[in-house]
């Protein structure tokens, strides 16, 4: 009788392939070992999702933001969304498929945003999450992997930062009126009714100036925003709008700078308004600017007021506080260069100012500015 079964290994044969079996075994675990290492010491959560949208792994941060255990989680054989997001804040049942997390597994797409979760005790919490699609080789979807912070302390402070800005807006609205008030009694009877509303009129510019840094939280203002303010008045006495041009790219300004332009185009729109284009029907203005590059590597704003088609114009017989605003005022404080020429075809007033590499610091200024 033939023996049809194969022939045994011999023993030295099958050793030879037990190292490599153990070498690959213990590679694999070691792997592993640091793999869970990473995943359990990161501070961010991490949730990985099958096709179904069941959590079938949460790391240990994962566990603290939920409150629920992997073991759970796993049992309780349903999708993470209904155990972790099943109940927007105001109480109503948040349905699977209006949530943007879970999205990233049949769009095949990643999502980011904020959502607010349930934790297991009942408390809602909100969260900053990234959710992307997880590919097999042949680029099929399987699931999806989800990173998770909780943002309860940003949000915190970003209420005690609007907070801040609201007292500090609110302080400085008083402290305008304040000295309105105080400049009303003292002009009285003292001063002609122009000195008064010339005062005033300054006195609006400053506060339109603030109004633009509040709707940005003070952390810095829109340049075209500064400028279109500053002009506002003025312009919107005109019935032809179109006799002031105003074109330049989107720049950001800080506070300080923001101000104390508004404050020199104010003088500026005054000046033309009362002496210069504008007291002409034919007269116009144009507000240009651009940003070049500044000898030490930051940016440069160079802005240009042209009149045109004013009255002749001769230089002023002595300098006004409009004047010493734009050529002291801005080149002591921000390092910058004015020069303002009165051209026979009107004035033309250039401003240099170097500007500071955001971010503004805004947040610094607004606290230092409530301390005062």
Known sequence: MTNTQPPLQSTSAASKRLPSIRRDGAQLFETERRLNAVLNNASVAIFLMDDRQHCIYMNRA?????????????????????????????????????CAIDRAFPENNQERGEEVFVHRD???YPVG?????????????????????????????????????????????????????????????????????????????????????????WEGADLRGVIEGALAPH?????????VQISGPDLRLQPKLAVTLAMALHELMTNAAK???????????????????????????????????GPPVTPPTHKGFGSRLIERQLPMEFKGSAETRYLPTGVLCELRVPLTSPPWEGQAFVQEAVAL
């Open 235 to 243: 312009r919107s006495a005109e019935a032809d709008v179109e006799r």
């Open 275 to 309: 002496y210069g284009a504008l007291s002409v029907h034919e007269g116009e203005v144009a507000v240009t600017w651009e940003l070049s590059e500044f000898i030490d590597g930051r940016g440069q704003l160079h802005l240009t007021w042209e009149e045109r088609k």
């Open 62 to 98: 994962a566990e603290e933001l939920t409150g629920w255990k992997l073991a759970e989680v796993l049992a309780r054989d349903c999708p993470l969304h209904d155990i972790v997001h099943h109940t927007y804040p105001d109480g109503r049942p948040f349905p699977l498929h209006e």
């Open 129 to 217: 999450f990234t959710a992307s699609p997880i590919h097999d080789d042949n680029a099929n979807i399987i699931g999806t992997i989800i990173e998770v912070r909780d943002i309860s302390e940003e949000k915190a402070a970003a209420e005690r930062q609007r907070l801040l800005i609201n007292e500090l807006n609110h302080r400085v609205k008083n402290t305008l009126v304040s000295v309105q008030s105080i400049a009303a009694h003292t002009f009285r009877e003292r001063t002609d009714q122009l000195i008064r509303e010339t005062f005033n009129a300054r006195i609006a510019a400053l506060s339109n100036a603030h109004n633009v840094l509040v709707e940005d939280n």
């Open 122 to 124: 009942g408390h809602f």
